[in-house]
Nanobody, 122 residues
Framework: QVQLVESGGGLVQAGGSLRLSCAASGRTFRSYSMGWFRQAPGKEREFVAAISWGGSSTSYTDSVKGRFTISRDNAKNTVYLQMNSLTPEDTAVYYC???????????????WGQGTQVTVSS
């Protein structure tokens, strides 16, 4: 089993920045692609960003392109989501996930963290 723990969420004003971290357990972290998803109350889970196992390929949902950056440090077993120019529409619980492929489909990920709350005020 792989355990994922997110951190770094909080309350921030519009235009501000946050960096989320996801710490992973297990010796096989390098074998997994990683994704970030978010879910607001009453809404469906939404893909945010993904990164390949080697970190060379990334993808983003259109609404965060140019503002968010996903990265990973395999030596630290950690994936990051740098979020800049935040807006109230970014308010959600953010989850990291591990899977074989860096897809936009959450059903294809095998492991999930508990989530961290991000709240952006106007």
């Amino acid at each position: 089993q792989v355990q994922l723990v997110e951190s770094g969420g909080g309350l921030v004003q519009a235009g501000g920045s946050l960096r989320l971290s996801c710490a992973a357990s297990g010796r096989t972290f390098r074998s997994y692609s990683m994704g970030w998803f978010r879910q607001a109350p009453g809404k469906e889970r939404e893909f945010v960003a993904a990164i390949s196992w080697g970190g060379s390929s990334t993808s983003y949902t259109d609404s965060v392109k140019g503002r968010f950056t996903i990265s990973r440090d395999n030596a630290k077993n950690t994936v990051y989501l740098q979020m800049n120019s935040l807006t109230p529409e970014d308010t959600a619980v953010y989850y990291c996930a591990a899977g074989r492929f860096p897809t936009q489909n959450g059903d294809e990920y095998n492991y999930w963290g508990q989530g961290t709350q991000v709240t952006v005020s106007s």
